[in-house]
């Protein structure tokens, strides 16, 4: 199973940008769907943004379109999530995955491998 290590977490105010970054410990996670999900306190985990094997199919949820953006370096075996415009509703732990198969997917039952996850707290 392959690793996953997130970093770039920390805490800004709102309308600043983080950059959040997972490194993947085998070569191998380059040939399936990577995606964001996050965790707040007290709430489930859910689908931020996706991105396909190659880079070429990306997905969002509503509240993140236009403000974040995933992209992938298959290369350097990492999954980059750009946010911009942050809004203390984003506050969560944020958590990298990969999914088993290499098309577009949302459900969390498709992610087998996790990481740790990095704290992104914006206030207002």
């Known amino acids: 199973q392959v690793q996953l290590v997130e970093s770039g977490g920390g805490s800004v105010q709102a309308g600043g940008s983080l950059r959040l970054s997972c490194a993947a410990s085998?070569?191998?996670?380059?040939?399936?769907?990577k995606g964001w999900f996050r965790q707040a306190p007290g709430k489930e985990r859910e689908f931020v943004a996706v991105?396909?094997?190659?880079?070429?199919?990306?997905y969002y949820t509503d509240s993140v379109k236009g403000r974040f953006t995933i992209t992938r370096d298959n290369a350097k075996n990492t999954v980059d999530l750009q946010m911009n415009s942050l809004k203390p509703e984003d506050t969560a732990v944020y958590l990298c995955?990969?999914?088993?198969?290499?098309?577009?997917?949302?459900?969390?039952?498709?992610?087998?491998?996790w990481g740790q996850g990095t704290q992104v707290t914006v206030s207002s």
């Open positions: 991105i396909s094997w190659n880079g070429g199919n990306t």
């Open positions: 995955a990969q999914a088993s198969l290499a098309g577009i997917t949302t459900n969390i039952r498709d992610f087998g491998s």
């Open positions: 085998r070569r191998t996670g380059g040939l399936y769907t």
